[in-house]
């Protein structure tokens, strides 16, 4: 991973993706680049300038705490789909391992 430019420790608690031309994003560039490629609707407002500044600066803090955020915020902010992804709502990481 640090041929990529980032360590082990940030993969694991970052979001790391690589695109089809073996460029590596990191943070809230792979995020903007999930969702523009997954062809999220809204996700144009993520490179709006205030909007792209406050995800830069929010990113850290939610990735790192992301296990601690209630489901209730989650299916708020994705719907049904996300939670569909867990059983019942509950994801399948063991809560100690979070």
């Known amino acids: ?3 990529a430019g980032f360590s082990r420790k940030d993969a694991m608690t970052y979001m790391c993706m ?3 031309y ?3 994003y990191t943070h809230m560039d792979a995020v903007r680049l999930l969702y523009r490629t997954g062809s999220v609707k809204w996700s144009p407002l993520l490179f709006l300038p205030v ?3 406050l995800g830069d600066f929010a990113y850290p ?3 790192r705490n992301r296990y601690r955020i209630p489901n209730w915020v989650t299916k708020l902010l994705y719907g049904k789909a996300l ?3 867990c059983d019942n709502g509950v ?3 063991a809560p ?3």
Do not use: P
Request: glycine share 4%.
């Open 1 to 3: 991973m640090a041929v």
């Open 18 to 20: 690589q695109d089809s």
């Open 22 to 24: 073996g460029n590596w």
């Open 51 to 53: 909007v792209k500044q």
């Open 61 to 63: 803090y939610v990735a």
């Open 83 to 85: 939670m569909q992804v």
């Open 91 to 93: 994801c399948k990481i």
């Open 96 to 98: 100690d391992k979070r």
